[in-house]
């Protein structure tokens, strides 16, 4: 018998050996998480944001060195973000914070991609929650075991 003919063979074999490959159409097949494969995820219950009007909540802790400031208060009665107007700004940004009794938006924020600085908010950041995001009263959609180390500010 010919070599190519008997690694066919075998590899045919193989294959008709593993039941999870043998099955005939799709029902049976699951997702490594164990749902079946063919069922439609459905999206979760729409939440209210958890806090309240801006500057009554107190700071959200980060829970590691580089993690955005979360946002403590709800924003659902801002409006959406657009070139021409920016809520968050309005309260956040450099020439109105103090004003506000709001922590102002990071110096980074304020600079271009070359570094030069900016009297206000870069175009490039100007999409607030793409990073910074509110928090909602919600169970977990997935099983989370990570513990992160609360940071404190040091006093001066």
Known sequence: MN?????????????LSQPALAQQGSSGVQTLRGAD??????????RRYAGKAPGSQKPIARTFSTQPPLIPH??????????????????????????AGAPKVANSHLKERDGNMLPEVSPALYQCTACHVPQVDAKPLVQNTFRGVVETKKKK
Do not use: W
């Open 74 to 99: 709800s924003i659902e009665d801002l409006g959406e973000v657009t070139l021409q107007d920016n809520r968050c700004v309005s309260c956040h940004g450099p020439d109105n914070y103090k004003v």
């Open 37 to 46: 494969a063919a069922v439609t995820d459905e999206a979760p219950a729409e």
């Open 3 to 15: 070599k190519s003919v008997s690694v066919f063979l075998a590899t045919l074999g193989f294959i």
